[in-house]
């Protein structure tokens, strides 16, 4: 049922209530008030068939044409106005599995949710078998598997329609209508998101309405509902929201996706130290089956199966940081009684590695000055210094490799991402997938892809983003760090730098060489 008011809405799905009451009071009639109370208890032997407990009928299915044609479908939003919708180009043989990763990346979603698609005549599954996931028949649900149905065994011709529900909380209810049928060739083989309306919607929201609610709260067109609504749209960073789809967007993810099952096939064979699983390995291991696959698109976007060797000029482009701190410690440096750098050593890194005085504060504490506190805290986490008797000193492998740049900069990649805590590796283990991918673009870019990737593996902080983890990329700090440094060959990036070298390509070179450091 469209709303009157807003003639271009999407439908919303309505029962026929009083089709329903007709077809109940025929299955019921003469039946008395306790058969009817023990038949809606589910109890054996009650009175009422022929409607509560009549067997499902199989799922319509049609037989596929022998050569796989190509579909162009219309999938929009149920409820939304203006309408949130996708124009998608696919193989008709597509099974509905694959189809609900496409509808995931097309819209945007987690995964982190139930899903279900249901025939557009019967989407509650009263009357005939479920399309079922595997969660479904664990449940003991009647019907047929999605990854088992191909995607023309249900649409055929013109105007066929099927239904897909994504988190049966929200009801987030998608119309997937045909809108033309055409031979398929070679090069139309790969799904894509040739149109479209609006960005998707965020989850957990209440719904379409409460994502309609909050984005108009936002932009300050309708007073809050509750007092802390507006605290919760701006934490949501919905203020200036651009409301604008980004094909490009969606067909990287799509592009990533139809990858996604080769490099889950090379991660399975990586292994860390003593034959235990890779840290990599292990973070995938920690999520279901569909958030698998959405992760492992950038691994293949990164090429992380393959490998080159980097040359000399590159490896001392990309540790010119790290070399000039080995090289001011030299033979050792003498800590302050607090256990700082001395303030003189401290003016002399910063003129070395602070060329355009970018850095506003003071240059003489390391306290003080916390880009240089966050250097040595790196260097010391790759093995390369140490606290010896007061003094700060190279290790025996830092010793070693501050004059050699190669071995160095493979030293560095085999040791990220560096932070220490879980959640930490975590958010630098998914800043590397990012980087490596080459989708890291601008710093807001990367903080809300951060955002939503560390909150699929399961980070909840509880703060700010879409997802609450804005603070993702702060617990990734050392790792971007690393790649800052690589990527512009000082300790500061150069005012203007959007991204602040994330999306260079030493800045990629390394985090793919950190990925396939356990291959």
Known sequence: ???????????????????????????????????????????????????????????????????????????????????????????????????????????????????????????????????????????????????????????????????????????????????AVAPLAAEDAAVRCIDGRRRGAAEDVGGIDGWEQLLAVAAGTVAPNYPEQLEVALDMGLRGFVDEIDLAEINRGLDRLAGSADALDWLGGLTGAAGTPSPLAGLFANVGPDAQRHLAGYLASARAAESSPIDVA????????????????????????????????VQALMRELDTEKIWRGGANRESQTYPLFILREAVTRLGLVRKLRGDLVLTKRGAQLRTAPVQLWQHVAERLPLERDAWGRDCGLLLLMLVAADEAGSWEHTRESLDLLSSMVGWSFGGRGRYGNDAALSEAAETRSVLGWAATGSLLPARGTAARGLDSAAARRLAQAALTSWA
């Open 314 to 345: 590159e490896a001392e482009a990309a540790t010119a940081v790290i070399r000039t701190f080995l090289g001011q410690v030299g033979d050792g440096i003498r800590l302050t009684s607090a256990g700082y750098l001395p303030p003189a050593r």
């Open 1 to 179: 049922m469209t709303n009157p008011a807003n003639p271009d809405s999407e439908p919303a799905n309505v029962t026929d209530f009083a089709d329903f009451k007709a077809r109940f009071d025929a299955a019921t009639s003469g039946a008395g008030s306790e058969d009817l109370i023990r038949a809606l208890m589910g109890e054996p032997g009650a009175g009422v068939r022929g409607f509560l407990d009549a067997p499902l009928k199989p799922l319509p299915l049609l037989t596929p044409p022998e050569t796989p044609v190509q579909f162009r479908l219309r999938v929009a939003l149920a409820g939304s106005h203006p309408p949130i919708w996708r124009r998608l180009t696919m193989p008709s043989h597509l099974t509905l599995d694959v189809l609900h990763d496409v509808l995931q990346t097309a819209f945007g979603w987690t995964d982190s949710h139930l899903h279900r698609f249901s025939l557009s005549a019967d989407p509650f599954a009263r009357a005939t078998q479920g399309i079922l996931t595997s969660f479904d028949v664990e449940e003991g649900d009647e019907g047929v598997l999605e990854s088992e149905l191909r995607l023309d065994q249900l649409l055929a011709k013109k105007g066929a329609s099927l239904h897909y529900t994504y988190d049966f909380g929200d009801g987030w209810n998608h119309t997937i209508k045909v809108e």
